[in-house]
């Protein structure tokens, strides 16, 4: 959706000390619950062709009941369409590109949509995809199952009710992982890093790129990509990986996890990149000592991890990899904040994102000097 | 300008406002969450008003043992031209002995302004 690193950003209102994980994405994170905010007015061209969408996917005598629009940035929407259809009810999430520019390492909404039908051919838990629409009133779609349940990170690592869910998540993590992990990288060559023999160099590159398109000094973040530089494995394995998965894009009922949501930016890198990711401080939603987002240390969720696709991983392997994290989030908060300044997407949360990095600078010298020199 | 209010108690009086008057009328999660956010946002701005140009002097003094000395300006311009000069030089791979530690000290005085608590919970 509409954000690069997007991912909450801890704790935006600051008005809690429990870490909220608001990201800027907590509009979308709502709107892909069940019971969606619809705030907006709805567009009577895009809610027309959302009516000829589901027929061409259900058939004749599909009738739309409702399509509200949950939310979304200048990049993004996202509608909540309810169908009825001759053989019943079907509840659906449609995003759709808003015209505004999108960030340049995100995958299009054909390309995530392609991303998406692989992993769910390939048995991955993900919304099941309907289809790609190049024209809904004038611009690209996609349809897919709207799945119920609890995304907000917050919410997941505090209520009650969740309990149960907080235990099965790690080894659930780890399945659907290596499930991902496991994916056909030939067939999504247009995914970033498909060509290159290091990604990861790759993607300090473009981080270093998207530092200097910020254009503010920020020493603490050179420092952090210096080391990484160094420190990186070469030769690592090449894995197609999901590029945010941690809490906040995984649907989450009593059970655990039902849905991984948010494949924008899927890309073929080191498996490890994916494991550190949702270790990453901002994603541990105020539970800072439960290093696995907030919910758990993470053993069990390597472990079962290697289990199931042979690679061992020491928690302390991860540590240059959570570096990486930091890293990347770090820059993705103060982009998000150049939005606002640029006017590219006047926004108070994209504002206050500049600021917040200062946290990110913090746990990036946190671990810096844990690493020692 | 001595005239009160100063610019951080009229920052403080627009958030109670939000705080005190708007949000209670506000149903919308979504808006509510914005609310809180610019709320946020003004507490970041009075606290920047209040200690902002403290802590840069701080922050020249941590950076200026770093590197040369920066070209005369305000303390705005000098930690800019500081931190701008140290970047470029962590880039080329020369990391002056002590930058770590000032960088740490530099983040907590950031976080002073942009987020207190993240500070307390260690």
Known sequence: ?373 | MPDRPSASELADAVREFLEAEVLPSVQDARLRFRLLVAANALSIAKRDLEMGDDLLREEIALLRPLGEAPPPGTPREQALALSAALARRIRRGEVPSGTLEALRRIAELKLRVASPRYLERG
């Open chain 1, 1 to 373: 959706m509409q954000s690069t690193l997007k991912g909450p950003s801890p704790d935006l209102a600051g008005w809690t000390d429990e870490r909220n994980g608001a990201m800027v994405r907590v509009v979308v994170r709502e709107m892909k619950s069940a019971a969606p905010l619809g705030t907006a007015a709805p567009g009577e061209a895009v809610q027309v062709a959302l009516g000829a969408c589901v027929e061409e996917l259900f058939g004749v005598g599909t009738k739309l009941a409702r399509a509200s629009l949950l939310g979304g940035g200048a990049s993004m929407e996202a509608w909540a369409v309810d169908a009825e259809t001759p053989r019943g009810p079907v509840a659906l999430l449609v995003r759709r590109a808003a015209g505004g520019r999108i960030y340049r390492d995100a995958l299009s909404l054909a390309q995530e949509f392609r991303v998406l039908e692989a992993a769910w051919e390939a048995g991955v838990r993900v919304p099941r995809p309907y289809r790609h629409f190049p024209d809904v009133a004038g611009r690209e779609a996609f349809a897919m199952e709207r799945l119920p349940g609890e995304t907000v990170g917050r919410r997941i690592v505090q209520r009650s009710e969740l309990e149960a869910a907080r235990a099965a998540l790690p080894g659930q993590m780890a399945e659907q992982l290596a499930r991902i992990h496991g994916l056909d990288a030939a067939r999504l060559d247009f995914l970033p890093g498909a060509r290159d023999e290091e990604p990861l160099r790759r993607s300090l590159d473009v981080l270093e790129a998207q530092l200097d398109e910020v254009g503010e000094p920020h020493p603490a973040i050179e420092l952090a990509l210096l080391r990484l530089r160094r420190d990186l494995p070469r030769g690592g394995p090449r894995r197609v990986c999901h590029g945010d998965f941690r809490l906040g894009n995984l649907m989450v009922c009593a059970g655990g996890l039902t849905g991984v949501l948010d494949w924008e930016f899927a890309h073929v890198g080191d498996p490890r990149e994916d494991l550190a990711w949702p270790m990453v401080r901002a994603w541990r939603f105020g539970r800072e000592q439960l290093r696995l987002g907030g919910i758990a240390q993470p053993g069990v969720f390597l472990e079962r991890y290697g289990q199931l696709t042979g690679l061992r991983v020491a928690p302390e392997e991860l540590r240059v990899f959570e570096l990486l994290g930091n890293l990347r989030w770090a820059i993705g908060a103060l982009t998000q904040a150049r939005r606002h300044l640029s006017s590219e997407e006047r926004s108070v949360e994209l504002a206050v994102l500049g600021r917040l990095a200062a946290e990110v600078e913090h746990e990036l010298l946190s671990l810096l000097h844990e690493g020692g020199a």
